[in-house]
């Protein structure tokens, strides 16, 4: 079956670095857009970048931009999210998301979704 396995989140302080991994597994990993999405306490969910499959095109939020890089690597079928000097605002528990290349989709409209990993930046 479809399984996203996000990990390296942990409890870390302002300037901290950190990179998030999402283990991919029961579908073709090159043929999809990966993206990375975090939920803060109290706030809706929000859009933090995503990798498009076959293009490598890439898409930051602005809030992130220039602090955070996501990659893929399609041989180990991995997602990462490379985070940089990061805020207590960073604070939140961050998905990796993954869908099919092709017309037909929304801007958030993923049909896979791991189980999330949280990240805590103490100030």
């Known amino acids: 079956q479809v399984r996203l396995v996000e990990s390296g989140g942990g409890l870390v302080q302002t300037g901290d670095s950190l990179t998030l991994s999402c283990a991919a597994s029961?579908?073709?990993?090159?043929?999809?857009?990966m993206g990375w999405y975090r939920q803060a306490p109290g706030k809706e969910r929000e859009f933090v970048a995503r990798i498009v499959g076959t293009s490598g095109t890439i898409f930051y939020a602005d809030f992130v931009k220039g602090r955070f890089t996501i990659s893929r690597d399609n041989a180990k079928e991995m997602a990462y999210l490379q985070m940089k000097r990061l805020k207590p605002e960073d604070t939140a528990v961050y998905y990796c998301?993954?869908?099919?290349?092709?017309?037909?989709?929304?801007?958030?409209?993923?049909?896979?979704w791991g189980q999330g990993t949280q990240v805590t930046v103490s100030s």
């Open positions: 998301a993954a869908r099919p290349i092709g017309v037909g989709y929304g801007t958030n409209d993923y049909p896979y």
């Open positions: 029961g579908f073709t990993f090159s043929s999809h857009t």
